[in-house]
């Protein structure tokens, strides 16, 4: 019995060891699935294993396989799963590493060629679709694809060469192939030449090259119109285009009919409108050179200018610029005279020139308004401007209504506002010249600072400059007299009202003068001279504490 039992325990110590799966720690499943017992050889037809719920499902081929073609090692999950781990790549790598791109896993044949080329930008079309594989893929093996390059010229470059109608070298042609032929053709037969750089149309509408392309080169020939039309351009007389200095580019005026016509002058640098709207190119051209015509007005009008009396042009200093007045309207009219320098308008709205331009040169006239008002200024005596000093800029108080009226005068430098608002301008310019007029209070208001008593402005010794305390509102009220930005700080610290004085005669001691004030009314002798005891400089005088205290503090 103990032997019994001691290989029971041997045989169970060692059993998970017999028992380990060859096929990885991964694999859970019954082995029953798969195998048999009666020997570990797997029947297909009876495997109850499902390769199809894997990442990778059986197809095609793939179903028929035997199991250790891909799990060599039998540890299942070690299988690769990129088809290069299992099939020899016999195209060596040349069309890359993925075979399902043009196989299939139920056959190697690859029935999807012409899709295959479209995908990478070549679409096998016209003579291509004919070709076999290794007239454009050539290498030491039929099976190897090297990327040839979706360029004509990576196939085609002796084609290019030996063309010699015409020479495609020679002649700077492109080697982009498909500029002159199409891939759809089987031939290089061409009729869609892509000439749009200089399209041939109308009378460039022509069959033989060698027209234009004169050279071997078919690039040296130039698009100016003058390359091929010298003659032409040299023979025309009517009229002669080299002595008229016209353009040798032909498009200027010409279009590609042929025959040159119609001729179409683009003379919008000067429009040939109205009175200018003359088909006698020679009435302005006046000699052979086109070009010699000048586009000012008094080129081809000096003598209607000088022959003008209503009014006389040449005295007049009038302009030889006729548009400055004038249409191109026959006749010259209407004209209309740009006067905006100095506006016609109201009192000048005036028909008569010569009230104003009373010279034969009308540039004399000037804009200053005295020029024709001075008999107006001198005139006037309700003020009398003469002595008032007032300006001869009529303008600066009156507009050119008739009768002068309204008139304003511009009083913003001294502001007519509350108590000055008076319509008497004697109460404030007493002399016969307004200028002499003082901007300064007192010089108006020097009675009503001598008698105010309350205070005593002389006494308080108060600026005479009022507006340091008073508004312009009649009365002079309400005045502020601010003492502590001014003078002294009283209402603030310690000399605030009702704890260090209750009137000003506590410091302005002297009545006869306010600019007098004293600090002794309060501070002692006795008491000052024990705070500043160590001092330097101290002296028991009013005007010296202000220099050291000149905000009111103790420090």
Wanted: charged share 15%.
């Amino acid at each position: 019995m103990y032997r019994l039992s001691l290989a029971i325990i041997v045989f169970l110590g060692f059993w998970p060891l017999f028992a380990q799966s060859p096929h990885g720690e991964e694999l859970r499943m019954d082995c029953a699935k798969c195998h048999n017992p009666s020997s570990w050889t797997i029947n297909y037809r009876t495997v109850q294993f499902d390769h199809d719920k894997t990442d990778f499902q059986l197809e095609g081929t793939h179903a028929l396989t035997d199991c250790k073609l891909c799990h060599s090692s039998l540890v299942f999950s070690e299988a690769p799963m990129d088809c290069a781990s299992c099939h020899v790549d016999i195209h060596s790598q040349s069309v890359g590493n993925d075979c399902v791109r043009c196989h299939t896993s139920e056959t190697w044949l690859v029935d999807n060629i012409p899709e295959l080329h479209e995908e990478n930008g070549f679409p096998l079309i016209g003579s291509h679709s004919n070709l076999s594989c290794v007239e454009c893929h050539t290498s030491e093996t039929t099976l190897r694809f090297d990327r040839v390059g979706n360029e004509c010229i990576s196939c085609h470059r002796d084609d290019y060469a030996a063309t010699q109608s015409p020479n495609h070298e020679t002649g700077g042609f492109s080697t982009n192939c498909i500029e002159c032929h199409s891939p759809l053709g089987f031939g290089w037969d061409s009729e869609s030449i892509n000439h749009d750089f200089f399209p041939l149309t109308q009378g460039h509408d022509i069959q033989d090259c060698a027209q234009c392309h004169t050279t071997g080169n078919y690039s040296d020939a130039s698009p100016d119109c003058v390359s091929c039309h010298q003659d032409e351009y040299a023979g025309t007389q009517n009229p002669n285009h080299g002595t008229s200095g016209f353009s040798t580019d032909c498009v200027s005026c010409h279009t590609t009919n042929p025959g040159w016509t119609p001729a179409v002058i683009n003379h919008d640098f000067f429009p040939l409108t109205q009175g200018h709207d003359i088909q006698d190119c020679a009435q302005c051209h006046t000699t052979t050179n086109y070009a010699d015509a000048s586009p000012d007005c008094v080129s081809c009008h000096q003598d209607d200018y000088a022959g003008t009396q209503n009014p006389n042009h040449g005295t007049s200093g009038f302009s030889t610029d006729c548009v400055s007045c004038h249409s191109t309207n026959p006749g010259w009219t209407p004209a209309v005279i740009n006067h905006d320098f100095f506006p016609l308008a109201q009192g000048h709205d005036l028909q008569d020139c010569t009230q104003c331009h009373t010279t034969a040169n009308y540039a004399d006239a000037s804009p200053d308004c005295v020029s024709c008002h001075q008999d107006d200024y001198a005139g006037t005596q309700n003020p009398n401007h003469g002595t008032s000093g007032f300006s001869t800029d009529c303008v600066s108080c009156h507009t050119t209504n008739p009768g002068w009226t309204p008139a304003v005068i511009n009083h913003d430098f001294f502001p007519l506002t509350q108590g000055h608002d008076l319509q008497d301008c004697a109460q404030c310019h007493t002399t016969a010249n307004y200028a002499d007029a003082s901007p300064d209070c007192v010089s108006c208001h020097q009675d009503d600072y001598d008698q105010t008593n309350n205070p005593n402005h002389i006494a308080a010794n108060f600026p005479t400059d009022c507006v340091a305390c008073h508004t312009t509102n009649p009365n002079w009220t309400p005045a502020t007299f601010d003492h502590d930005a001014q003078y002294f700080p009283i209402y603030t610290g310690k000399h605030r009202e009702g704890e260090a004085w209750d009137n000003c005669v506590e410091c302005h001691a002297n009545p006869a003068s306010y600019a007098d004030f004293t600090c002794f009314t309060c501070h002692s002798r006795p008491d000052m001279d024990d705070k500043h005891s160590e001092m330097n400089g101290y002296a028991y005088v009013s005007s010296v504490c202000l220099q050291c205290h000149p905000d009111g503090t103790k420090d």
